[in-house]
């Protein structure tokens, strides 16, 4: 059977057994019955039973960093917004899995700490590139720093809301989100009557600048 057939059936059969028995009363032998699969196979796939809480972590982080580094100094803000979106939308896919990671989490110390040291890795890549963005001098360092925390914690209020059931509109609370929390680092940035213009569109940079020249009132 297809690997990625075993990963999902094991992912399945353990978030059915920690709803059953509880996190510290399920063991890997446990999951791997459940499963239908190989103890070869499941430490194959995870190093530890942690791990198949947070499965796609290393590949949430590498496609963060993928899209921040295939951004310029013109439209990093929009890198940013993206990188952050993407994750969000990954936990809205997951659906119930997400909403029983979240009840986990809550409940066990050690998925909590694990938790926290991924979000930490998340907001760490932010800093960087929005340290390199601003300059990396000692002078943009903390500010880089709170922008990043600014943009995790975002993120973070607008999941949390859709996991509690505050919200079912969780993107768009997402994007209000996250232009408030760019303004707060950006106003004033440009100096004088500059301004910050955050947009997408699949049309070519150059067949745009116009336009936009004509409503910021500058010359063509």
Known sequence: MPEGSAKDRMIDAAFALFEE??????????????????????????????????????????????RLA?????????????????????????????????????????LRAREIAGLQRYQR?????????????????L???????????????VLRRWLRGVTDAPEAEFEAALTETVDLFTAGDAGGGGAIVVFRTGRDLDA???????????PG
């Open 70 to 110: 295939g951004s310029s100094q013109e439209t990093a803000l929009v890198a940013v917004t993206d990188a952050a979106r993407l994750v969000l939308r990954h936990y809205l896919a997951e659906g119930d899995l997400a909403l029983a990671r979240y009840r986990l989490t809550r409940g066990v110390p050690a």
């Open 125 to 141: 890549l932010f800093r960087e590139f929005l340290h390199g963005w601003m300059g990396r001098t000692p002078e943009t360092a």
């Open 208 to 218: 745009v600048l116009p336009a936009l020249r004509g409503i910021l009132g500058e």
């Open 21 to 66: 028995r509880g996190y510290d009363q399920t063991t890997v032998e446990d999951i791997t019955d459940r499963a239908q699969v190989g103890r070869t196979t499941f430490f194959r796939t995870f190093r530890s039973k942690e791990d198949v809480i947070f499965p796609d972590r290393d590949a949430l982080l590498s496609a963060i960093e993928a």
């Open 143 to 157: 500010k880089a720093e709170l922008m990043a925390a600014g943009v995790v914690t975002a993120h973070n209020h």
